[in-house]
């Protein structure tokens, strides 16, 4: 199982990324995958879940109405775009698959995850 995050780093606050994270290893269309972050000094933060066909979402308060989250099962590629960036935002973002909990902050939830991208929101 491979999960590689891309799409990350350097945004000025009210900027906008667009993080993809591609999945191999795994029938990726049967799963929930995650995107969660955690800064320098702070504990993991979950951000948002996508359903394995795509049609239901979650999303934390912090980022609701700014990040959407999506995938392509074609390409076994889930994406966050991250739009209305603020300094806050500045992690390491990482896509991962969660075992059965959703919503979790806490790796121990998380069956595979990815080495992360870096996002830095600064003027």
């Known amino acids: 199982v491979q999960l590689v995050e891309s799409g990350g780093g350097l945004v000025q606050p009210g900027g906008s990324l667009r993080l993809s994270c591609t999945a191999s290893?795994?029938?990726?269309?049967?799963?929930?995958m995650s995107w969660v972050r955690q800064a320098p000094g702070k504990g993991l933060e979950w951000i948002s879940d996508?359903?394995?066909?795509?049609?239901?979402?979650y999303y934390a308060d912090s980022v609701k109405g700014r990040f959407t989250i999506s995938r392509d099962n074609a390409k076994n590629t889930m994406y966050l775009q991250m739009n209305n960036l603020k300094p806050e935002d500045t992690a390491r973002y990482y896509c991962?698959?969660?075992?059965?909990?959703?919503?979790?902050?806490?790796?121990?939830?998380?069956?595979?995850r990815g080495q992360g991208t870096q996002v830095t929101v600064s003027s």
């Open positions: 991962a698959r969660p075992m059965k909990i959703i919503a979790s902050s806490d790796w121990n939830n998380y069956v595979n």
């Open positions: 996508i359903e394995g066909n795509g049609g239901t979402t």
């Open positions: 290893g795994f029938v990726f269309s049967r799963y929930f």
